[in-house]
């Protein structure tokens, strides 16, 4: 295994309540991200880090917030869930975000849906 | 923004040879990947092209033509267990990745 774990798995929840997935790597990579997989649509870049408590918002950032507070752990949070951000959600990892050769290492994946 | 289109779904046969297209801007590229993901899966990466050609990598090959925008994925003697989707993400001028919604590949015994 890659070394990257998110939990939960599985979360079912109701509109307006909030929700943080985590995401733990042992890989000592610098770059996190996570996405969003919805059907019909490719993966979108919800939010990325680059280095402890450095992040930058993706292109569907809006509702959701971001905390890196070590190397391993990047955390994203639903402040007050809506049922738009019922999805699969993916935190993959990299070594080298800033180059071409950007292999992305990706979790199992947390389903969230939001009553 | 940019556009990456790929076929939704195709079928092919247990031991036959499939190509899965993928067209893209041209503007700003740095890079094109192929990743795999079974349903219910990661996907998991599979190939990286930057320059024109072939790259071939056991029964999968891909390729690129950089001025055309366009790539595919070749994938021969056909399993069983290749049945999944395909992505196709295009890494733009601020090295990020723009993904396609991905082929889903059928494989019929």
């Known amino acids: 295994d890659a070394g990257i774990t998110q939990s939960p798995r599985h979360k079912v929840t109701e509109t307006g309540t909030p929700v943080t997935l985590r995401c733990h790597q042992t890989?000592?990579?610098?770059?996190m991200y996570w996405y969003r997989q919805d059907p019909g649509h490719g993966l979108r870049l919800i939010h990325y880090s680059y280095g402890v408590k450095d992040t930058d918002k993706g292109e569907v950032s809006d509702g959701y917030s971001v905390s890196r507070s070590k190397t391993e752990d990047f955390l994203l949070t639903l402040e007050s869930a809506t049922s738009s951000q019922t999805s699969v959600y993916f935190c993959?990892?990299?070594?080298?975000?800033?180059?071409?050769?950007?292999?992305?290492?990706f979790g199992a994946g947390s389903r969230l849906t939001v009553l | 923004g940019q556009n990456i289109d790929q076929p939704t779904e195709m079928t092919a046969t247990e031991g036959a040879i499939v190509q899965i297209n993928c067209t893209y801007q041209?503007?700003?590229?740095?890079?094109l990947f192929w990743y795999q993901q079974h349903a219910g899966e990661a996907p998991t990466f599979l190939s990286y092209?930057?320059l024109d050609g072939l790259e071939e990598k056991g029964r999968f090959s891909s390729f690129l033509s950089r001025s055309k925008g366009y790539s595919y994925l070749l994938l021969k003697e056909l399993q069983m267990k290749d049945s999944a989707s395909y992505l196709c993400?295009?890494?733009?001028?601020?090295?990020?990745?723009?993904w396609g919604a991905g082929t889903k590949l059928i494989i019929k015994p």
């Open positions: 993400a295009n890494m733009d001028s601020n090295y990020q990745l723009i």
């Open positions: 993959a990892i990299s070594e080298s975000g800033g180059t071409g050769a950007n292999v992305l290492t």
């Open positions: 092209n930057v």
């Open positions: 890989e000592n990579h610098r770059y």
């Open positions: 041209t503007s700003g590229f740095n890079g």
